[in-house]
T-cell receptor, first 116, second 108 residues
């Protein structure tokens, strides 16, 4: 069964509005979650690291005021795309590491965001 | 993470073994070799990972050279559903950094 659940699977929004994407760890508590973005025909790019109870860490070039991350519990992280523009249209994916170092990372099914 | 190099694309006939190579010549001692695949419009799916020894699971086998500078993912009997982009990643336990991967096309 799924270890990481992402919601919604797809969303269409108007320019200027905000969209929230949820990532839930179903099998275990995750103090750290990762958010990726993938544009068409490109690879996944790490956007930010979501830390439970503290501020997220953003990769260079990712605007923290535009991509708000909240990790309020050990099983839920949310990514809010604020004031969305068409160029924010992308595939957003979250990830959670397994319980120990020698395990794999689990990925959500992704959220396809289209800004019109 | 150490940089990995993979061929951009490969073809494989259905039912045959698919051997996907990966170079990671600068891999450090504490970095594992991970393999993931991504089918169109889905999140990456874990396949296998290893440190030094060869590994096998229900999906694939991972062969790591003795010097750990390269590895090969083997899908023993490829099916059409194995068509995907395959990513080889060297990682020591933090966020996975994805390269461009190998686009594997399994043909009837």
């Amino acid at each position: 069964g799924a270890v990481v659940s992402q919601h919604p699977s797809w969303v269409i929004c108007k320019s200027g509005t905000s969209v929230k994407i949820e990532c839930r760890s179903l099998d275990f508590q995750a103090t750290t979650m990762f958010w990726y973005r993938q544009f068409p025909k490109q690879s996944l790019m790490l956007m930010a690291t979501s830390n439970e109870g503290s501020k997220a860490t953003y990769e260079q070039g990712v605007e923290k005021d535009k991509f708000l991350i909240n990790h309020a519990s050990l099983t839920l992280s949310t990514l809010t795309v604020t004031s969305a523009h068409p160029e924010d249209s992308s595939f957003y994916i979250c990830s959670v590491w397994g319980r120990s170092m020698n395990t794999e990372a689990f990925f959500g099914q992704g959220t396809r965001l289209t800004v019109v | 993470d150490a940089k990995t190099t993979q061929p951009p694309s490969m073809d494989c006939a259905e039912g045959r073994a698919a051997n996907l190579p990966c170079n990671h010549s600068t891999i450090s001692g504490n970095e594992y070799v991970y393999w993931y695949r991504q089918i169109h419009s889905q999140g990456p799916q874990y396949i296998i990972h290893g440190l030094k020894n060869n590994e096998t699971n229900e999906m694939a086998s991972l062969i790591i050279t003795e010097d750990r500078k390269s590895s090969t993912l083997i899908l023993p009997h490829a099916t059409l559903r194995d068509t995907a982009v395959y990513y080889c990643i060297a990682n020591s336990g933090y966020a996975l950094n994805f390269g461009k991967g190998t686009s594997l096309l399994v043909t009837p």
